[in-house]
């Protein structure tokens, strides 16, 4: 068992560490992941909330949200960015801590959740277990999360995610960089649906 265990933990490690991004941007996933449930839909958002008139609003937003300043030139460059944003699919290794669903009428694999989630003995934790029946159970009661992949300044010193949900609304979330770690900075946008 602890074999097995082992052999799955390293080639999630070779996985994650061959996969196009690096350590830096997987730094900036987990950030971003940390305000999303557990079920996020596969399909990334598209950055159209990212609007090129409202980068002094932006700015503004951020300062009085959460005390932050960032120079307006990179909010220009983010929107600039964000024309040509990546929308390929998130893959598991890039959100460990979520559980990925197609679109919001399809039903839960249980046994995709077992492998992503799932213990040496072949069980899946309480949590995940009840938390794919009930999603599985009650279609028109589901909660999800959406997530844009991160629109970055020139510099990569800065990044924005956009974060929504079926049920209240989004944000638009704003991180910077300091060494290899990324750290959020505050919202910079939010709307109610």
Do not use: C
């Amino acid at each position: 068992m602890v074999r097995h265990l082992l052999i799955t933990l390293l080639f999630s490690f070779l996985v994650i560490s061959t996969y196009s991004q690096d350590k830096d941007e997987q730094s900036l996933f987990t950030q971003a992941t940390k305000s999303l449930k557990l079920f996020v839909v596969k399909k990334p958002l598209n950055t159209s909330r990212i609007d090129s008139s409202d980068s002094t609003f932006y700015g503004d937003y951020l300062l009085h949200s959460s005390n932050q300043t960032v120079d307006k030139k990179v909010f220009i460059e983010i929107i600039n960015n964000s024309l040509h944003a990546d929308t390929t699919d998130w893959k598991d290794e890039e959100l460990p801590g979520s559980i990925l669903i197609k679109d919001s009428v399809s039903l839960v694999d249980k046994n995709y959740v077992l492998k992503k989630f799932g213990t040496p003995k072949h069980k899946l934790p309480s949590l995940y277990r009840k938390a794919v029946k009930q999603f599985n159970k009650r279609i028109s009661e589901r909660r999800y999360y959406k997530m844009s992949r991160p629109v970055y300044d020139n510099a990569h010193d800065y990044a924005v995610v956009n974060i929504s949900n079926n049920y209240y609304g989004g944000m638009l979330l704003m991180f910077k960089k300091e060494g290899n770690i990324w750290k959020e900075l505050g919202i910079i946008d939010v709307w109610r649906w």
